[in-house]
């Protein structure tokens, strides 16, 4: 019996050993592959970053913020396109400190990016995803001081130097240069489902198709010539 086992063990170890190659492959192939925390707003930028991400074929997390005031529509298309596309990683985060963004001026909340990309930098080390990414395109920057390109990339910087990790996270904003109608030119190529976007300054049943936000995203549809699910 001792003989049989002994036996039995030499032949498993000799198949393992065999099999160690194609054992390594895999592993270093599954380590490797690249992951990406997005951050989701339900809006048509961000929704084209997440498939963008798709189309890499990397590792998908998402993070979303809640804090007074955020919208209930705009929660439902997070939660659409995250259960359309089945993506399991989906993570929520409330900030109760940040005051009710008001539509007139734009949805304009101090050092939002400060606070939203140093949050996503923790929690992506945590998960261990390689990259942030952010939906900010061109126009971003005119509206918004936080979301100039110069500002983007010093944050970079700066999330990058202040971690004791071997691989310090990375900001990713791929659409840092388009126009709104380029992104969704892309989208459209993605196959993206513009249905359950969300742009509207107002949380109602539907788009008021009056605030800016409402006017970009039309605007940017007819620039595209697109049409958008949303009006037809």
Not at 6 to 32: N, T, Y
Not at 79 to 89: A, G, H, P, R, T
Not at 169 to 189: M, R, T
Request: charged residues 25%; aromatic residues 12%.
């Amino acid at each position: 019996l001792l003989r049989l086992g002994s036996k039995s063990l030499h032949c498993r170890s000799k198949a393992l050993i065999a099999q160690a190659p194609s054992l390594l492959v895999e592993f270093f192939m599954v380590s490797s592959k690249k992951k990406g925390l997005v951050l989701l707003s339900g809006g048509i930028d961000s929704t084209v970053t997440l498939w963008w991400v798709l189309k890499k074929g990397w590792q998908l997390s998402t993070l979303t913020f809640l804090y007074p005031g955020r919208k209930k529509r705009e929660l439902w298309a997070m939660d659409k396109l995250c259960s359309k596309i089945k993506n399991k990683e989906n993570f929520k985060v409330t900030l109760p400190f940040i005051d009710f963004p008001r539509p007139e001026q734009e949805g304009y909340i101090p050092q939002k990016n400060l606070i939203y990309y140093g949050v996503a930098a923790s929690l992506a080390e945590k998960i261990g995803a390689h990259f942030v990414l952010g939906g900010h395109h061109k126009r971003d920057g005119q509206l918004f001081p936080d979301a100039e390109k110069k500002y983007l990339l010093e944050l970079n910087r700066l999330i990058g130097s202040g971690t004791r990790s071997y691989r310090a996270v990375e900001l990713k904003f791929p659409f840092l240069k388009y126009s709104k109608e380029k992104i969704i030119q892309l989208g459209a190529q993605y196959g993206v489902p513009y249905e359950y976007t969300w742009s509207c300054s107002h949380d109602k049943a539907k788009h008021c198709w009056e605030c800016i936000s409402c006017l970009e995203r039309k605007n940017g549809f007819q620039k595209a010539r697109i049409l958008d699910p949303l009006l037809s």
